[in-house]
């Protein structure tokens, strides 16, 4: 770990990440990255995390494993003023990652995400909600986003998208 504690991710995550439990499951994200292909290392480290964090602390390990942290950082600094606010959003959606982020697995029906997605964007409203598919799933995910694209026009939708992985953000218009 103390190798991620010199890359430039972290020197931004620990900058705007100020909780201390929080900077240290970013840094088993980064580590769970480092360690993507040994499958056998990856997975202990993800029951290690699991155990002592539980389901929320391995998914926030996950979101800064797969980028998603730090394409919201990129995103959302432009339009924050201070960076305390950066740091109050960012610490909000890590702090309620099952509520603002969603895993999508290979095996999740297209039509159950959309009413999933869409009862908790019409029962929170929130500036942001977060949309992650890998392999299978990232079919699925930029289905997901066509629905609610038509859905709610209140909302914008923008992605960063691998051969492999898709975050989608979906923002709320101002």
Known sequence: MKKQRKSPEWKILSEVIKDRKLRLLAQMGLTLREL????????????????KYGRDGLHIAEAVQNNIISNFIGLESPNIGEPIDLTNRLEK??????????????????DVLFRRVGIRIEADVPDTLILFGAYKAKRTAISVRGKIEKAFPSYSTSSYETKIKIIIFINRLN
């Not at 890590?94 to 895993?103: G, H, R």
Request: charged share 35%; aromatic share 6%; no cysteine.
């Open 36 to 51: 993507e292909n040994d499958q056998e290392k990856t997975q202990s480290l993800r029951n290690k995390i699991h155990h």
């Open 93 to 110: 959606l890590l702090n309620n990652v099952e509520k603002y982020i969603v895993f999508i697995g290979p095996d999740d029906k297209e």
